[in-house]
């Protein structure tokens, strides 16, 4: 069992920032990766960026260049670190967790939700023109 609990979302106009935070928390937090998804009304869930447990980073085109996932193993925290920020971006995001495997060895986790176990509740993120 792994618990997940976001915070850091909130309202903010274009161009502007947010910083995003995940705590992990539970008995067996061995992981593969840790993610971002989100979920826009209507639509359906999309990868944002996952962080393997050894640092390696991948990141959805719509978002690569403006945001930054990293992690401090010590406080079991991931983050997504959101810059210029579009109204497109608006969204409900939610941190995913993935047991340990090894199925990627040294690769990249994959944007694709049914590669995760466990799933926070999410924090709304919504960006004004």
């Known amino acids: 069992q792994v618990q997940l609990v976001e915070s850091g979302g909130g309202s903010v106009q274009a161009g502007g920032s947010l910083r995003l935070s995940c705590v992990a928390s539970?008995?067996?937090?061995?992981?593969?990766?840790l993610a971002w998804f989100r979920q826009a009304p209507g639509k359906e869930r999309e990868g944002v960026a996952t962080?393997?447990?050894?640092?390696?980073?991948y990141y959805s085109a719509s978002v690569e260049g403006r945001f930054t996932i990293s992690q401090d193993n010590a406080e079991r925290t991931v983050y997504l670190e959101m810059n210029s920020l579009k109204p497109e971006d608006t969204a409900m995001y939610f941190c995913?967790?993935?047991?340990?495997?090894?199925?990627?060895?040294?690769?990249?986790?994959?944007?694709?939700?049914?590669?995760?176990?466990?799933w926070g509740q999410g924090t709304q993120v919504t960006v004004s023109s």
């Open positions: 995913a967790f993935r047991h340990f495997s090894g199925a990627y060895g040294t690769g990249p986790c994959p944007l694709v939700t049914s590669a995760f176990n466990w």
């Open positions: 539970g008995r067996s937090i061995n992981r593969d990766c």
């Open positions: 962080i393997t447990a050894g640092g390696r980073t």
